[in-house]
């Protein structure tokens, strides 16, 4: 398959796996971009040496193309970007910040630079700050998200029609038809985190990815929008968030609440109670821990069994 998103990237598929902090280290990174879509390393939870060591380590796994997401809130960024062009990555997607900030940098070393956006105005901003595709990023998805509430389904159409750089859909894709009906509504590829975090590759705590594969429609939720807004499974955790909402708190007193380190103390160490867990609406879809080339299969059959139905007469009207 040849459209924009496989021939800026040099890959199979327009396939792309979300940077997730926790869970996509170099071994899901390599296997994803091995099965012929695009793997991402999410750097944000990563000290410099350690990203240092997971790109050489993704460099030995594969020979194929793969990326590192770059979220602007990490504190050691410019350590994170030395490392980044020492090894000649090939591919950044930026996120949670001003993309003006690194892409001229990046692209004067050559390198292909995507970023994340929630909404029409920061796709606009992203494209005129030079970038080479945006991932338009809906509601439903996991994690640090957009405070607008704009769902996917919505989202790429008005980004469709506003921007002329390819576009990546993500947020509530996690099979074959969900990605034909993302390239329906105008994207040229799409992002994928939540349906690659229940893998043997992901290096997610194994509780994390059973709590994934066990839930169901419903059971997260967009919390702690006046920090940075993120989908949470509800746990524990979740409901000390909404209880303190419930009791009119404060800025200060949500983040005394959340503290330091809880997406770690959940997704990584397992702690299902006390731990923040991160993952999208689309997991209540997933019901087993599979290796990545095993989706990336499922996910492509899937797209060319909606595509074959669509001459069908249901479509038909
Ligand atoms: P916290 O401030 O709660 O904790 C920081 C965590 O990041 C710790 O677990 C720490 O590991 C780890 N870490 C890795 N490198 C560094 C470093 N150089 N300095 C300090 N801590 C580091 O942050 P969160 O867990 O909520 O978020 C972690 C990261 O995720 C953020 O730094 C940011 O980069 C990223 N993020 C990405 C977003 C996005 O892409 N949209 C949005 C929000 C956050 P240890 O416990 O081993 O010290």
Request: with cysteine.
């Amino acid at each position: 398959m040849k459209n924009k998103i496989t021939s800026l990237f040099s890959i199979d598929y327009p396939i792309i796996q979300a940077g997730m902090i926790w869970c996509s280290g170099w071994e899901l990174a390599a296997a994803v971009s091995n099965a012929g879509g695009l793997g991402i390393i999410g750097s944000g939870s990563m000290y410099p040496e350690i990203l240092e060591e997971q790109i050489i380590k993704c460099k030995q796994a594969t020979y194929k193309p793969f990326a590192v997401n770059l979220p602007m809130l990490y504190p050691d960024i410019d350590k994170h970007v030395a490392t980044i062009i020492k090894h000649k990555v090939p591919i950044v997607f930026t996120s949670a910040g001003n993309p003006k900030t690194w892409t001229s940098h990046l692209k004067e070393h050559g390198i292909t630079v995507v970023h994340v956006v929630s909404s029409v105005k920061f796709a606009l901003k992203a494209q005129e700050a030079g970038v080479d595709a945006i991932v338009a990023e809906g509601f439903e998805a996991g994690g640090h998200n957009g405070k607008d509430e704009t769902t996917t389904f919505c989202l790429i159409p008005m980004v469709a029609k506003e921007v002329t750089i390819p576009i990546i859909a993500a947020g509530g894709i996690g099979t074959g038809a969900g990605i034909l009906a993302a390239l329906t509504l105008g994207a040229d590829g799409v992002q994928i985190g939540s349906r690659f975090v229940p893998t043997h590759e992901s290096s997610a705590h194994i509780n994390f990815k059973n709590a994934v594969i066990a839930s169901k429609e419903g059971d997260t939720l967009l919390t702690l929008k006046e920090l940075t807004p993120v989908r949470l499974l509800k746990n524990e955790f979740f409901n000390k968030v909404q209880a303190s909402y419930a009791n009119g708190t404060s800025i200060e007193e949500l983040t005394t609440l959340l503290g330091r380190g809880r997406a770690k103390k959940g997704m990584f160490e397992g702690d299902l109670i006390e731990g923040e867990l991160e993952i999208g609406q689309v997991a209540g879809l997933f019901d087993k821990i599979q290796s990545a080339k095993e989706v990336m299969e499922e996910l492509i059959q899937g797209y060319h069994a909606a595509l074959k139905e669509k001459t069908t007469e249901k479509y038909n009207f």
